[in-house]
Nanobody, 124 residues
């Protein structure tokens, strides 16, 4: 069982930055690939970014490429999503997810464990 707890969300103006964190309570964190997803009101959950076990593979949704950076610190059982140049369309609940795959990519069904989410609101 993997418990994931997100933090770092909040209200920010367009053009601003936020850093989301996701802490995992599991012994073998380095054996889980991780992902960030988001869901805006009335919309389906969408992939934001993914990272492999040791961070050698990362991938981003086209809408966030060049603005978001996904990283992990296996010694701290934590992943981070650094978000810059935020836009109002980045608003939503951001979820952290874990997968047993070496690299789970953007497919939501590849992820088994999910956090409760953290709200990000970007004002124009």
């Amino acid at each position: 069982q993997v418990r994931l707890v997100e933090s770092g969300g909040g209200l920010v103006q367009a053009g601003g930055s936020l850093r989301l964190s996701c802490a995992a309570s599991v012994r073998t964190f380095s054996s889980y690939s991780m992902g960030w997803f988001r869901q805006a009101p009335g919309k389906e959950r969408e992939h934001v970014a993914a990272i492999s076990w040791n961070g050698d593979i990362t991938d981003y949704a086209d809408s966030v490429k060049g603005r978001f950076t996904f990283s992990r610190d296996n010694a701290k059982n934590t992943v981070y999503l650094q978000m810059s140049s935020l836009k109002p369309e980045d608003t939503g609940v951001y979820y952290c997810a874990a997968s047993n795959y070496y690299y789970a990519g953007s497919y939501v069904n590849n992820y088994v464990y999910w956090g409760q989410g953290t709200q990000v609101t970007v004002s124009s």
